[in-house]
């Protein structure tokens, strides 16, 4: 599969990122708009993500990448994000 996707991505607010209970109480919702590029990796069903997403009013940015292996032998797959 290779292919180049719009998408949309929520995120829950939460007040200090690093805190193990950052979501606790939080009920704001922030949306993201953006893209998504697959590219298949040799001959095989792996492929290779790259996800780059802005918030509505461009403060915030999150760009990340995603690496799916497949095993044909055990007919399963590995997701690194």
Known sequence: MAARLRLHHRRLEGPCPAAADRLV??????????????????DSNSNFEE?????RDKSQHIKAQTLRLYDPSRTSGAFTW
Not at 51 to 55: H, K, N
């Open 51 to 55: 996800f780059e997403v802005w918030s």
């Open 25 to 42: 109480g939080s009920h704001t919702w922030i949306d993201y708009d953006g893209i998504s590029n697959h590219k298949k990796i040799l």
